[in-house]
């Protein structure tokens, strides 16, 4: 049984088909009924909880509120923002009656023909439309601005080509959506945001991303600018893992959304959206785990240790319980997350590789001669090494591994993208370095048409116009023409 708990692909033999396996083993998600969509896991939506919770307190101390609009938005709405509508039409699920009925023939369940909606509604593939039209409402002056919105909630958009946690149908999410007064405090908010979320991906989540604006072709539809978190993963693919956006006024005029200003003008709002989606949860699977299971970076861990029991009889496992008991107290006196798992319907080895296959950091396991000896064996998950440590004081010793283990982690992952992260000057070399994956800087003419080329001759995109780095002025190594810097091109998901 245990075997089987473990019986992964390796990632060296196929990447995606270990992905797939690890997700469905590790619990974590499992294909839905309905095509496209997914059903998290417990254990799953534990994760998914963990980072909720640290992202939305880290929204509060931003400033930002928590609200909730509709699900569903009228189709007009949808065409009052051409670019917008544009980039969106094509994954809309469109809400076209209201009612069912039974068929006369006794066949079934039909859509009631004479329960069709004047207007159709959409599923919101993103929010903006439907909450600029409730700003509307909201802003009458410069003393009603700036509003700090965001919400958590769920998404339809409806890919053809779907993998649990990267691509679904429906997917969760949070959606910010934030209007102001100038230009530059709309701005200033962007970017702000696309910072927490670094902050979050590198400090929480242990994955080091590169921050940067996007091309005009990967903007996103309906923003001046987008701003972007681009994380690789370990084989070799970037993951856009956090995207914040500049609208301009662009939604404000869409909706007439117009305030008074100071100086007793009309102006048009400006605005910003940012997000970012359980989409994340395959950021991190991919970011840090191994061919033994998941590897969880211990801050996002729903169990942080686990303690198992190593007993020959009932009496014996009474007295490894009393003295686990103290033990456990201590842990969760310091924050620690931890489970005791006692249960006498799994073998102590199938508890070892289920705890490994689901990423648990610590693991403590406590036998007859650890009784006798006041020691535990304690195994960390990243690295998989045991020793035997003294109960006296445990705790403090599991809480500074904890610490080791985060800051390990994140080691790893970027010690990674430095050996794959190169620097090309020609276009030749540039189509030989994207078959090895990874991250390659590269100079680009600034055309749409050039970047439009690359893609479709090397599937590589622009991922990103990177914030820091290199900014050396140097020539396009696809038509020779000027560039102003290099800038981040990869394979991507």
């Given amino acids: 049984m245990a075997k089987e708990l473990k019986d992964l692909t390796k990632r060296s033999e196929n990447y995606s088909q270990w992905y797939n396996d ?48 509709p699900l569903l938005i009228p189709k007009s709405y949808l065409s009052c923002e051409a670019e917008h509508v544009e980039g969106f039409a094509k994954e809309c699920a469109v809400v076209t009656h209201y009612r069912l009925k039974n068929a006369e023939d006794g066949s079934g369940v039909i ?65 910010g959506h934030t209007a102001h007064a100038t230009r530059e405090e709309a701005e200033a908010e962007a970017q702000r945001m696309l910072n927490v979320y670094a902050d979050f991906a590198e400090n929480y989540m242990a994955m080091p991303v590169i921050k940067g604006v996007k091309s005009a072709n990967e903007r996103f539809a309906g923003a001046l600018d ?158 998989l090494e045991k020793e035997t440590v003294s109960c006296d004081n445990i705790e403090l010793y599991v809480k500074k591994l904890l610490d080791d283990i985060q800051s390990n982690i994140y080691k790893k992952a970027f010690d990674y993208r430095a050996k794959h992260i190169v620097e090309v000057d020609s276009y030749d070399e540039f189509k030989e370095k994207i078959e090895e994956g990874g991250f390659i800087l590269a100079h680009w003419d600034g055309t749409p048409e050039t970047e439009a080329r690359i893609k479709e001759e090397t599937k590589a995109t622009i991922r990103c116009i990177p914030f820091d780095g290199d900014m050396t002025p140097g020539v396009c190594m696809v038509t020779g023409k000027p560039s102003a810097r290099r800038v981040l091109f990869a394979r991507a998901y």
């Fill in 22 to 69: 690890l997700v469905v083993k590790a619990d974590l998600a499992e294909q839905s009924a309905v095509r496209g969509c997914m059903v998290i896991k417990p254990y799953g939506y534990a994760i998914w909880e963990k980072m909720q919770r640290q992202l939305d307190d880290m929204f509060k101390e931003t400033g930002h509120v928590n609200a909730y609009f």
């Fill in 111 to 175: 859509v009631d023909p004479a329960a069709k909606l004047e207007e159709e509604l959409i599923i919101r593939p993103t929010s903006e439309t439907i909450i600029w039209s409730t700003y509307k409402n909201w802003i009458q002056s410069y003393r009603d601005l700036p509003i700090l919105c965001n919400q958590w909630a769920n998404v339809m958009r409806w890919e053809m080509r779907t993998r649990l946690f990267l691509r679904t149908a429906e997917f969760l999410w949070q959606e």
């Fill in 226 to 383: 987008t701003y972007t978190i681009e994380a690789l993963m370990q084989d070799g693919k970037a993951l856009q893992s956090g995207t914040s956006h500049f609208l301009g006024q662009n939604f404000a005029k869409a909706f007439d959304v117009q305030f008074v200003d100071k100086n007793n003008k009309l102006d048009y709002v400006w605005a910003t959206s940012w997000g970012v989606s359980t989409r994340l949860m395959g950021a991190l699977i991919m970011s840090h785990s191994d061919d033994n299971g998941l590897v969880l970076p211990p801050k996002l861990a729903p169990i942080q240790v686990v303690i198992v029991p190593i007993y020959k009889n009932m009496e014996q496992l009474a007295v490894i319980d009393e003295k686990v008991a103290g033990i456990v107290a201590k842990l969760k006196e310091l924050g620690i997350s931890v489970k005791y798992d006692n249960a006498d319907n799994k073998r102590p080895g199938f508890k070892f590789a289920d705890y490994e296959l689901k990423g648990v950091p610590v693991r403590l396991v406590m036998g007859g001669r650890d009784l006798e000896n006041n020691t535990m064996e304690v195994m960390r998950r990243d690295t």
